[in-house]
């Protein structure tokens, strides 16, 4: 090529946003800081990305999070070297575990002086190396783009996850001849439609069950809607109930005729126990968590297990099945609706398990005695339920009993409409994740269900949503104790209870007043549906202080260490304290 | 309450990876973080333009655990493919170890005749010492390392183990 028509050189911050451009990305949640200034610079000269400034580095993983789960994209970080990367690895972690797509930019320092110790040095790579699907050190501005493009691939292909890209801030600002591009790397081959041996063999074994189930996760929703769908579709085919796991509610709808609730530690009681007695079981797109299984070796004794899985790692890795199937969910369910269908295979009479079924429902696991005088936490949840489900609210949660109660008594009958932190249990997630939702469905709904305690731990991100004019409702089922660390010590620790008493509260609409939201206080039974209409209302960010009772447990319980068929239902059943083989399961 | 310790069994993985910084702390960091154990572990360049290392590795664990193990060794974007030596069939491992010993007199003669009876060469050899090179499986090293303690031994350097399927066809 002559001199004439060489390619004009670009810095690496300019290659980087080029390429996010290029990669669909519009909005960016970070934090500005010394090892990321040129990026920030090339980002003020494109307006084609929007930047949501957070409070905190913390905040713009969870805010990610929040805007890849409720829209289905990857959610794109951008924090500094140093402690920006390490304020973002609970969100790294987070997602990792929760399979959520994220691309974290991290500044670092140049790439002379790493490993010198200098100022804002941390070893980002390392540090994240074991709570992320992949991580780079990117060391040449020309590798800058090829690299971005298979991060979004990893990130958002197979089983989705975080991705880190540490780049020196010499990197960001040395140039390289823009037409540099390397081969497009095929190492990373996820797995896509099952193999149709296997398939016939799960659709004969369903199609023959007496008492099916099934059993499906998180998996469902990250395959997309399409997935969703097929669950509906194989669910009617097959005629068999249908449970989820915390990270799967809403892939079948809770108004659906088969749907049992969530199951595990605390799912209904119907859901636990056609587990534990069903004949085929088939686990759509979950994994075995142990909040799922209870005790292992009394998971399902006399079922046959069918395991549909896009990361072979999960399929064996605490319960053996009988049959795995490695392949996206989604694919995997069409095929079985394929063949159900070619084979014109009819749903068994399965009578008497929707009798032995419509008989565990009778108990009424989630009852509780309501009251007139104080509002029950479950009762607050129905009411936001009642006022709120013909808007298609998009529920995010911080982590505890509020964030078990939300999934019992507020139903799903979409998915990407219910955003919680299930595996790591990250108090502090639901506020920046409603701030992510929001950026990504300006005109949702989006409602944070808080619980006291949590909602202090990201409490700085109430200034984003104002900044953005973001009008998300925070819903804090105030009880004044960290209440899932209070239910386990009055029913581990006989009632001692250490550190777990929420004091020195801020009043709450005060802080909403401060931070320009409104506040709203509520402790009256009788006044909870107008002050819930008046949140609802409002058009901007409200804070809603709900004063509830303060020694309510959640139940129905498996508790640790217990099988299915062991659930406490309610508070009378319990015995105040536990074994140490118990003690020492999480 | 204790801790219940579980029947373990011993496993040679091979591990095809890219050779690219930070993949070797990738794995071996997985098998902590993860409480997998690791024997040994060896790697080296094994491609002509230098893109691909070979990582052997041995570990132990009850056989879901081992199972476990290449599930997640595959699951790394670096790791291409992982063979399980001891469960594919007949295969050859070896290890070369580095032995000095120093000793005079009838001492230093025993050494000498047992490194022979073990074939393994001298390479280095003083008025009172010698560095003996071992090749072979670990359990040779192992036996052959034990009778140099009792003529001398003063250190030793084991590479740990490599290896390959029998037959005509790669893993």
Redesign the interface.
């Given at each position: 090529m002559s001199e004439d028509f060489a390619v004009p050189e670009k810095s690496g911050a300019e290659i980087l946003i080029d390429t996010l451009i290029e990669q669909g990305v519009d909005t960016v949640f970070g934090y500005p800081g010394g090892a990321v200034l040129p990026i920030y610079d090339a980002l003020f000269q494109h307006k084609k990305i929007r930047h949501v400034l957070v409070r905190h580095e913390a905040g713009a993983a969870h805010a990610a999070e929040g805007y890849a789960r409720s829209t289905g994209k990857p959610g794109v970080v951008l924090v500094t070297s140093g402690p920006g990367a390490t304020n973002a690895v609970t969100g790294i972690a987070d997602a990792f575990m929760d399979s959520i797509p994220l691309i974290v930019l991290t500044g670092q320092v140049a790439t002379n002086l790493i490993g010198s110790d200098a100022f804002q040095e941390a070893d980002t790579v390392g540090i994240t190396r074991h709570c992320s699907k992949h991580n780079y050190l990117v060391k040449d501005p020309a590798d800058l783009a090829s690299t971005v493009r298979e991060a979004f691939a990893i990130a958002t292909k197979g089983r989705p996850g975080p991705v880190v890209i540490d780049i020196p801030k010499n990197v960001q600002v040395a140039t390289t001849s823009t037409d540099v591009k390397r081969a497009t790397s095929s190492r990373f081959n996820p797995a896509g439609e099952a193999d149709y041996a296997e398939i016939n063999r799960a659709v004969e074994l369903l199609a023959n069950a007496k008492a099916p189930i099934l059993y499906t996760g998180g998996g469902v929703i990250n395959s997309g809607p399409d997935a969703s769908a097929a669950l509906r579709e194989l669910a009617e085919l097959c005629g068999a109930p249908v449970t989820s796991t915390l990270m799967g509610l809403g892939a079948y709808p809770a108004s659906g005729d088969a749907w049992l609730g969530m199951l595990g530690m605390h799912g209904t009681y119907e859901a636990n126990m056609a587990m534990n007695q069903c004949d085929v079981m088939l686990c759509l797109g979950a994994r075995f968590d142990d909040r799922v299984t209870g005790r292992l070796d009394a998971f399902s004794p006399d079922s046959i297990k069918i395991h549909i899985d896009i990361d072979r790692s999960s399929i064996n890795k605490t319960v053996r099945v009988d049959l795995p199937i490695v392949a996206d969910v989604g694919a995997a369910m069409r095929q079985m609706i394929e063949v159900w269908k070619g084979r014109k295979y009819k749903a068994a009479a399965l009578d008497d398990w929707w009798a032995r079924i419509k008989g565990w429902r009778a108990v009424d696991c989630l009852s509780y005695a309501d009251s007139t005088q104080e509002i029950m936490p479950q009762y607050a949840i129905e009411r936001l339920f009642a006022a709120t489900k013909d808007k298609s609210p998009i529920i995010t949660t911080e982590v505890g009993q509020h964030q078990m109660w939300a999934a019992q008594h507020f139903h799903f009958d979409a998915p990407n409409k219910w955003l919680t932190s299930g595996g790591l249990g990250t108090m502090g997630y639901g506020l920046p994740a409603a701030v992510g939702a929001q950026m990504g469905n300006p005109d949702a709904l989006v409602i944070d269900i808080a619980g006291e305690a949590s909602i202090q731990m990201n409490i700085q991100e109430m200034a984003t949503a104002t900044q953005y004019r973001l009008p998300v409702k925070v819903f804090i089922l105030n009880n004044e104790w960290m209440g899932m660390v209070r239910q386990w010590q009055e029913l581990t620790y006989e009632s001692r209870f250490s550190e777990s008493y929420s004091d020195s509260l801020p009043d709450f609409v005060a802080l909403a007043e401060a931070y320009g939201w409104k506040g709203i206080r509520c402790s009256d039974p009788a006044k909870l549906d107008e002050a819930i209409a008046e949140m609802l209302a409002y058009d901007g960010p409200v804070m809603f202080d709900c004063r509830v009772h303060k020694t309510s447990n959640c139940f129905p319980m498996i508790p640790s260490g217990a099988a299915h068929t062991d659930m406490i239902l309610h508070s009378d059943e319990v015995s105040g304290t536990m074994d140490d083989e118990a003690k020492a399961l999480v | 309450?204790h801790i219940k310790q579980e029947l373990t069994e011993r496993h040679v993985l091979t591990l095809t990876v890219?050779n690219e910084?930070?993949t070797l702390?990738?794995i071996a960091?997985?098998f902590t973080?993860r409480g997998y154990n690791i024997d040994s572990l060896t790697v080296a360049d094994i491609s002509e333009d230098h893109t691909t290392s070979r990582i052997t590795i041995v570990t132990r664990g009850p056989p879901?655990v081992i199972?476990?193990i290449i599930?997640?060794c595959?699951?790394?974007?670096?790791v291409?493919k992982v063979t399980d030596l001891t469960e594919a069939g007949p295969h050859v491992e070896r290890e070369l170890a580095l032995v000095k010993v120093r000793g005079t007199g009838d001492q230093r003669v025993e050494a000498m005749r047992l490194a022979d009876i073990y074939r393994a060469r001298v390479i280095d050899a003083t008025v009172n010492s010698f560095i003996f090179e071992i090749t072979g499986g670990p359990d040779k090293i192992d036996t052959f390392v034990a009778l140099m303690r009792e003529v001398g031994l003063v250190e030793v350097g084991r590479t740990g183990i490599v290896g390959l399927m029998r037959g005509a066809e790669g893993s």
């Open positions: - | 309450m890219d910084a930070g702390a990738r960091g997985m973080s879901p199972d476990q599930a997640q595959e699951r790394l974007i670096p291409h």
